[in-house]
């Protein structure tokens, strides 16, 4: 996995795509289930939910019709992207739980004020986090204290988060958790922590283009 993969991941990226149509019913052993991480499940709904967050947000900051379709065709893999990082981010949180590490309110409102203070304002702050990893602004807060999490992990470690010390970490993580993703969302990785997309034929993705987005 290469730097970059690295740093988007670790930082929750979601970027994006249209929640995909398909003709199969996924993972008959989990019903309704995007995934289970260790023993409990991220539902479809709650998925799609995430999904549609980050659509809105795309649409209340893009009011132009031209560009905002711009914005489905560059984000095509919403869904997949938003599944791994709601898996990663509970790999990260065991992994830092593992080394007794834990992050409080004031450590996230630091990190915010001076990322906020370096994009000019808080609704910079909150477009640049949109458009550079998919997080809704409702988001923000949650994405911050992961953040908080994985520097905290990798000082514990004495290494950083693109370094094999620290993915060797959430990849034990990723290990105690059991994870089984739904079939039609691929598979999971143990050892790089990270999904991994499986030829399924039967498996039909609507392009964003195709799909109707909610307003």
């Known amino acids: ?5 690295r740093t988007a991941l670790v930082l929750s990226a979601a970027i994006a795509a249209a929640v995909p149509l ?40 893009t009011p132009d019709e031209t560009q905002y379709q711009q ?10 992207d938003t599944l791994h990082n709601m898996v990663l981010d509970q790999v990260l949180h065991r992994a830092a739980q593992d080394q007794g590490i834990t992050v409080d309110r004031k450590e996230i409102q630091q ?9 000019g304002s808080p609704e910079a702050l909150q477009t640049a986090w949109l458009q ?8 923000l807060d949650e994405n911050l204290r992961l953040q908080v999490e994985a520097r905290k ?23 105690e958790l059991h ?3 739904n079939p039609r969302y691929g598979t999971w990785d143990v050892q790089k922590s990270s999904r991994v997309d499986a ?14 987005q909610p307003a």
């Open 1 to 5: 996995m290469h730097r970059r993969r």
């Open 22 to 61: 398909l003709t199969a019913c996924g993972n008959d052993a989990h019903p309704g289930a995007a995934a289970v991480v260790g023993g409990q499940r991220i539902t479809v709904a709650q998925l799609e939910g995430r999904v549609n967050e980050v659509r809105r947000a795309q649409r209340a900051a």
């Open 71 to 80: 914005v489905l065709a560059s984000t095509s893999s919403l869904t997949r």
């Open 111 to 119: 990190m915010r004020a001076g990322l906020e203070q370096q994009a």
């Open 132 to 139: 550079k990893y998919g997080v809704a602004p409702a988001r």
């Open 153 to 175: 992990l990798a000082q514990r470690l004495g290494t950083d988060t693109t370094q094999p010390a620290f993915w060797k970490a959430l990849s034990t993580a990723s290990g």
């Open 179 to 181: 994870i089984d993703l």
């Open 199 to 212: 030829k399924t034929p039967w498996v039909r993705d609507v392009t964003a283009a195709g799909v109707q």
